[in-house]
């Protein structure tokens, strides 16, 4: 079956520190890949997305490549703020499914 | 367009109560799906419908739980009998038919659930 592995948090950073989520999959075929944001108190939200391999999806700053040869699909950020406080969940889409799996969510803490 | 409804936005009862969380997702959409999200488990798809039917509950963790939805613009999600160990955030979730990488999956912000 499919599946997304996160590493665990939290993370704590600094204003302005480099940001870097790991996430690797296990999928079928040709999955599409997705990062949602949780900000305290609300509901998942799409951050950015990508449909195929060697595709970078990017929003807010943030930025992930698809990387087929490693499964894998890594967040970063090359300054954080305050604000980016949140839990960050990497997700999938088979092209079987219409079903995400996400993964267990990386929870992100950035001091001033 | 409001987004996902959900209702209550927290839920404080007794363990031996019956619960019922309500939803309403974005006109237009077709799938909705329902969630829990614990500290231990993380964030578990229980039950999703298409065009108001159910399609995969296998996800749902016993009898105990039961989701419906009577129309196109509304759905529950009841527990009964609640136990503490169903204390978690329920998520309810849609998305425009078929969910694939084009059609984003909208969520609520959640139900926060206590049981005592």
């Known amino acids: 079956g499919n599946s997304v592995t996160q590493m665990e948090g939290p993370v704590t950073l600094s204003e302005e520190a480099f940001l870097t989520i790991n996430c690797t999959y296990t999928?079928?075929?040709?999955?599409?890949l997705f990062w949602y944001v949780q900000y305290p108190g609300e509901g998942l939200q799409l951050l950015l997305k990508?449909?195929?391999?060697?595709d970078k999806g990017s929003n807010k700053g943030f930025e992930a490549t698809y990387r087929k040869e490693t499964t894998s699909f890594h967040l970063e950020k090359g300054s954080v703020q305050v604000s980016d406080s949140a839990v960050y969940f990497c997700?999938?889409?088979?092209?079987?499914?219409?079903?995400?799996?996400f993964g267990g969510g990386t929870r992100l803490m950035v001091k001033p | 367009d409001a987004g996902v409804i959900q209702s209550p936005r927290h839920e404080v009862t007794e363990m031996g109560q019956e619960v019922t969380l309500r939803c309403k997702p974005i006109?237009?959409?077709?799938?909705l799906f329902w969630y829990r999200q614990t500290m231990m488990r993380g964030l578990e798809l229980l039950i999703y419908?298409?065009?108001?039917?159910?399609?995969?509950d296998s996800g749902m963790p016993e009898d105990r739980f039961s989701a419906k939805m009577p129309n196109a613009s509304f759905s529950t999600l009841k527990i009964q009998p609640s136990e503490p160990r169903d204390s978690a955030v329920y998520f309810c979730?849609?998305?425009?038919?078929?969910?694939?990488?084009?059609?984003?999956?909208?969520f609520g912000p959640g139900t926060r659930l206590t049981v005592l």
């Open positions: 979730a849609s998305s425009l038919q078929p969910l694939s990488s084009y059609n984003e999956q909208f």
């Open positions: 999928a079928t075929g040709y999955p599409s």
């Open positions: 990508a449909t195929k391999a060697d």
């Open positions: 997700a999938l889409i088979d092209n079987a499914g219409n079903m995400l799996t």
């Open positions: 006109s237009g959409h077709d799938y």
């Open positions: 419908f298409n065009n108001n039917v159910p399609i995969d």
